[in-house]
């Protein structure tokens, strides 16, 4: 994991959106419609513009570490939440009537009967499944004295104090 910022987001993600964007990132891969030195990358879409707007104050332009909560995950979920996938946060772009307004390549094939209703869709290179999961529990809010609950399930995108430990 690289660090770029004494800072970083987590996000809840439904899993399905998760995995169906590896599979938006392998059609970019495959694509001959995308310049061959493009980077790959996912937009998820928010209705928490303030958050993101946040990041984009603090993060100088450069990227950073987002930790995803892979939400309405199937099968039996720990009783202590965990982060299980991670990716870079290169940005966000305002919604178009509430739709993704770029390539739709760069959505999740899962999302195409999502309700038009996103304020923001932001963008995640080196999208990936983490091997070893991060309890949430052991995570902090940016600028709090103590660490989240052990079962603390995030319901929208919050900054965190970059993480001390490695996944």
Do not use: C
């Not at 590896?22 to 928490?48: K, N």
Request: net charge neutral; charged share 25%.
């Amino acid at each position: 994991m690289q660090k770029t910022h004494a800072f970083a987001i987590l996000a809840p993600v439904p899993e399905m959106h998760l995995i169906s964007g590896l599979d938006a990132i392998a059609a970019q891969l495959d694509s001959d419609d995308l310049p061959s030195e493009h980077l790959t990358r996912v937009a998820f879409g928010s209705m928490d513009f303030e958050v993101f707007g946040e990041a984009e104050k603090l993060r100088g332009g450069k990227a950073i570490e987002v930790l995803i909560y892979a939400s309405h995950a199937k099968g039996e979920q720990p009783l202590n939440p965990e982060v299980t996938w991670r990716g870079l946060y290169v940005g966000y772009v305002a919604s178009r009537r509430g739709r993704y307004p770029g390539k739709p390549i760069y959505r999740p094939q899962s999302t195409a009967t999502d309700t038009p209703t996103w304020a923001v869709f932001w963008e995640v290179q080196e999208l990936e499944l983490l091997k070893k999961a991060i309890p949430i529990g052991s995570l902090r809010g940016k600028n709090k004295k103590t660490n989240f609950g052990a079962r603390f399930i995030p319901e929208g995108p919050v900054l965190i104090e970059y993480p001390a430990i490695r996944p």
